[in-house]
């Protein structure tokens, strides 16, 4: 499954960090572990943004923090009450005969990393707003789902060793860059601790999905 969007690697202008009452996210030009000062500051939504993205991520509860990082397009959200932790970013895909191969060898490789021996794998068609041409559109991404228990793949701001739920969202995009057309990887991974609820863990579930379809732009060539 390949979908027709091409984004295009562009630095931003910088813009200030605090985009909006209750928001908060500080930008690192080269990642670091967020700091405590940080982490006790919560906000209502965190901004996410990359050159090929912007997003607010939250529920308007006073109780998320996080950090993104330009250069890496990678945006990390805290939910601080579950130290739940939301890495969004792309990525490009290794060398496979298509992008279907491609997104479970992501997800694979992610999954070798936390110690998990199975996983369960589903797939989610999402509608998300695409901007180019200073329009916007609506268009439908195929998302690989891939679910496993183990360890954290990697944090920000806790311990590798933490036991969580991982959920991976993967979706393939066409990336242009100076050098030619490239296939890529939007990726969500969410880590949610064991000790979560179900009820409280399906819920940080609906509060990304939330924002994948409505609080998020991907930005078109």
Not at 102 to 128: D, P
Not at 169 to 184: D, F, N, S
Request: one cysteine or more; hydrophobic letters at 35%.
């Amino acid at each position: 499954m390949k979908s027709g969007l091409h984004l295009k690697l562009y630095w931003m202008v910088a813009v200030p960090l605090m985009l909006c009452i209750g928001c908060q996210s500080f930008n690192a030009e080269n990642p670091k572990t967020i700091a405590k000062e940080e982490l006790n500051s919560p906000a209502n939504e965190v901004t996410c943004m990359s050159s090929l993205y912007f997003g607010l991520f939250g529920d308007g509860k006073k109780e998320w923090s996080g950090m993104f990082y330009l250069k890496q397009h990678l945006s990390v959200v805290i939910h601080l009450p579950t130290k739940s932790e939301f890495f969004i970013y792309v990525r490009t895909l290794p060398d496979e005969e298509n992008a279907t191969n491609g997104l479970r060898a992501v997800a694979s490789e992610l999954q070798g990393h936390s110690g998990a021996k199975e996983n369960t794998e589903t797939w989610e068609t999402l509608t998300q707003k695409v901007r180019g041409n200073g329009q916007d559109k609506q268009v439908n991404f195929h998302y690989l789902r891939s679910e496993f228990s183990g360890t954290r793949i990697d944090t920000d701001a806790y311990s590798k060793t933490d036991r969580v739920e991982t959920v991976i969202y993967a979706t393939p995009i066409l990336v242009k860059t100076k050098t030619g057309e490239k296939t890529a990887s939007f990726l969500c991974v969410t880590m949610i601790p064991v000790e979560v609820s179900a009820e409280e863990r399906q819920r940080l579930l609906g509060v990304l999905k939330d924002f994948l379809q409505h609080k998020l732009t991907l930005f078109e060539s």
